[in-house]
């Protein structure tokens, strides 16, 4: 049934310009391997999301053409999308390495859209000098997606100090009152900084997807 | 106090090309008349937010020239920014008659700012050929801005239709659980449409920033 | 003990015309199948529901004529009861393959019922075409549940299209917010859709009572 | 811009079965009467839900015709619909004199679509002997709507001891934990009782549409 | 370090009149053991919750005089107080077989004090007629403990039958909005039953102590 | 409507051997005087709690017979009953003055059954010398009541003191995490002093009555 | 009572060193009176808290040589402490005018107790320089108290800034998710900021209090 | 990429005047040893939090003079800093053995850095006395730390008892309402006793760092 879904969701995403992405959390390796393979009979790219290393390495043995992000815990099939400079580059940021899951799905989803990125860890604002040294850097980005845990300030600080879009993605890191992102999420939402936009917690590929949209408006 | 905040803001909303913005709601008429008048001989354009009739009509009392805008709540001094067709059209949408004060909060921010705007009422999602029927009507905008209270469904229906960037906010309408607007906000963040992006509840000037954020990211 | 229990349950049950249901989820497969024999003793079908495979493996060690049915993570003894085309149809729609599980418990209660079902998946709100070419299909339905996770918006769609009673089954698939399916759950309360009603998280089987209860109003 | 509105609903209800219903909690008098002028103009019957005796006052100063239906907080213009007995009659119930607003809220849009109904109040779970005396005034019921607030436990103690559709209507009365109605709501859907439903807090309406919809299933 | 606590415990709950209780949820077999021969070699009874099967198997290896109960979860050093008929009886009072272990916990707690108890489990409100029918077997006990999950009704109700003290006890057995037995202890905090007291969820224990500090009101 | 339950309750109140009392937070002064004229007819006392001064006033004017207690916050028509030695004393205990209110309404509601009460207040565990001090004054009590707000800590301290039956009664003063009192109840049932039982935030009378269970026990 | 209660409490407040301080919410104006002549006549200063401007003006009524603080919504009666400049400033800071209120009722708690302070206002995270620009300014100070409301990241900022103590306090300013001022809370406690301490929201004389004992500790 | 991390942070450290510390929850051993490498070669002590013994044992294998603290779960590489009796002495108090993991991390920070601690155990407040006998123990301490689960009252009951700077360390242990920890911390922030100040739940080192930056505000 799943298979059917796929095919009909390649209509959808095709008129919204995304590339297909499939929700790895609650998938077997065998789901995942029949979506796989339906989507490259369909001459299509696909990402899956949320793979622990051991469901990557069970999908592996049975397609071997898959390739693990592990950073971003990502499988894709075939090749990223020809990179596209028109649309410009979208920084991502994080606070620590914590971050770096969520941080590197946005990325990785971004770049296999044709998307020029960077990634910009450990800048959060406990230690404010490194952020501010990046200043310069993040002028010739068009969209910034700030990733953060904890008290998730970090999105609030960037959208006071550039005039770009911001997209805050909260990160489930930390414990007691941070713990599950929560914490992180309202404190994006009740900035005191104008024109911060926020996704769920650790949805670092619908911020990529929102940045899309964006890049993609005059287009 | 708030005299000398407001001058310095003016530093960083110019830089962030935003014209000043104060929050009416917690402020007396004398507060907002005195910072109007610091930011009018300094030359500056001005929004305030959140004003009910009755400190509307006290603020007028005070300081002949302001005006009130009734339907977003909002109070301006000035005439808005010259329109500027390049930046391109925002269409700000609402599911019902509640959500005008937030929708057309979000419309005037945008409009003072010089940019194009369309308000689409009554496109809520329990009458889905509403909305169906405005969709070639929704094509020329560059970004859509969705109200919704209640279980707030319309920014993920639309989200699902359209390929440009959708900012949802949440409406602190409804009863029950929909009270204060917390469910309408948990359902845009946990939307199955890709990309959406989401501010904070009742926040219709933050999402008027946010897309012109977005407008002006080539600018 | 559980024993006696469900023999007294037999009486209740009957007078309230439903089947016996044995909530698996806390009971060890030894209990189960004590229970299971007890009712079969008496001439009764039997239903268990949340049991995951390897205790559904292990049942079926102990009682071989025990039934799987993994889609619904259901065990059955006995044939379901005769079909009755008297009481019409249910159909059972689900927003995507994560909500598989709970549409096929409710799916299987109402078949072992003696009730014409008929299960509908992928019919999510982010892509609403595949909906609303189902319209017709639904008219012939005397009651609809609707499971859905995320922000489900699902029933509340369906409700505002269709005119017979829908019932709508908040699913605990998602992250961030939506964990656990409390927003769904919320969303689905909150509806702007006149006259939905509305059950525990993840509750196919309480669904199916409903309908159920709707279905032999008359009888 | 609500007027427009209401001529198009008039459109979506009547293909639902329902009448016009304007939810007046935040709706000033002025902008009632515009409605129910509307509807009236157009020959339809229209209900006016959540209005307090002040604003009735005040529309009943605008327009005449309109009755208060001060127990039910609603204004209707016109007369209900014929009593059309074929469909059967629901009965609602409430456990103290603190649920009568919701409760007859219920009852009056049930009769004002033509339905028979009866209100039982008192019936609650702390004085089970008072429910016990009634259950066979319950037999000829089509449908149940239960009100409830404090611990909510009637509809869970209802729906064990009857066959018929259950509908539960927690209502926001009690302090502390029960503050809001949020206990009784959560009470209802954790019921250990098979086959009940729910609605939003205080949403006598929606209990009454849910039952019509379960009326009309067969017409 | 603990030890040095259990012995300056045994002063304080002597003084209170209680049997030392050790909370074996977070502690290892070795700490337990270690506190258990403390006690006994004090001449000391003693009592440990919140023990699994494992880890009793492990705590009998260790010290083979130990006693577990498993439908309690506890284990027991020593003999029980000598039953005292004077300080009257306890019933302990559970809605199904999922109460099983607080239910016990509280048994075997007042057990241990020489309180004599009784067990009556399967009574819920869900099938009403096996509650009523146990009413006159209430009548001779001094103090009644209902535990209860799910809506947690079954306290209510009872305490709107008898004029005995009802304590009661939540049980963290249910999903969705039960999950974890919230809406039990609120429920019963809500409660509209006059003088119904509440323990924290899952406190058998606890409970048992509030029955004997009732009991030995007067001696 | 009212009427008719009031003297229903008196049969169920009987039973349980408790005057009748009115929660009067939501009912007009007409309701209450209608509802004290029938108990008076039938010769009845009656407690109506949660008034203000304001209703208390109308009250009066209505029914010349009532006497308002305002630190209470409650009516009663009639003279208490007999005070009875035999059932033994009840003390209740509060932290600060902002405890008075529902302190006063334990004290008044058991005073009112005839029962012998004192009332302490000022013994906050924030200057733990005036708690220790009452000690001894505390051992002829034979229950005892302990409210608190803020972090409710005086029930905690209070059972760990003491061997007597300990009702903890959360109030809802405080502002920030605690306000609203559930922080208080919360700690309450949290507690780890063995036995402490507990009520509803400001509960006042649920704990009168609770205590009055506990010393008719025997009786 | 509570002049006693006030009697009692400045022999604990002595021996903690404070100066008495009544919160003055939920206390008449007559109470107040009453608490602060007793406390002159026992020779004490005192400081009542929480007093908006139409209490403040009945208060100086009754009693006039009461002096009340606007900004602080303070009354105090005498003259404060003498300065002492051993003990070292305290620079209260705030993010915007919306936190004055808190921040002046900790600068005014800890002058009158004798302390050196500094308030600076407007150094909110959104505008990161005028914050940067003070960081001289703070070098002399011994602790410091950071005022902030919506998400509350100025703490956070600050003590990755500087070495000195610094106690954050969340403001109950905002709406939507930071309405109430828990957002600011639990975004201080979940700060990634080693060694940063939080009050209750709103305690802006907590916060002075802490300060207080901190400076106190070597003498 | 951390280990570039790490470094940075040594300066940022070093100007707060801490010792580098790193969490260890998130990390694998080898990233644990990666960072322990690097700040070793750069000459500087490191303290990793949040290890269990698994993770110790692995570390241990991959850099042998690695040291594991398993009462505190920490690693230390190195030798403390040198004791610096003139900063003064912390006492770090628990409220039962359950507490130890925190309050020892608290300790094993604190005496890494140099300063002289002392840790008291098993004076919570259900038995008051234990308390009460080490008050005079307590004058010596400059700061003290109050690690507590459940209820969380014990800072609370000190802070009325001490002069000195009072830190509330909320410990996640508990069961129920207390699940987690937040009822304990609520518990603090609400509380009564005047300049209490509270860290993040199971926050030890950050509460070890909180004394640090009051013992060396004149240093």
Known sequence: MSI????????RRKRLGMVEAIWGENKTSEQIVEILKC??????????????????????????????????????????????????????LGGGTSDLYVASEAELALRW???????????GVAGLSRLLNQLDRLKSAKVLIACAGMEGAL??????????????VPVSVGYGVSLGGK??????????????VVVNIDNGYGAAMAALRILKKDF
């Open 113 to 123: 859209h044709g998307i020029q990125t960077d990634l910009l860890l450990d800048v």
């Open 155 to 168: 999105p609030t600080v960037l959208a006071g100090l550039v005039p770009q879009p911001v997209i805050g």
């Open 183 to 196: 914490t992180a999420l309202e404190g994006m939402l009740a900035s005191c900084a104008p024109g911060l």
């Open 39 to 92: 989507l490259h009979s369909a001459g299509e790219l696909a990402l899956v999301t949320r793979v622990n290393s051991e469901k990557a390495k069970e999908t592996k043995e049975l397609l071997e053409n898959v390739e693990f992000h592990s950073e971003a815990r990502c499988l894709t099939l075939g090749s990223p999308a020809e990179k596209n400079p028109l649309l410009g580059e979208v920084v991502v």
């Open 4 to 11: 059917k879904q796929a095919r009909l969701d390649l209509n």
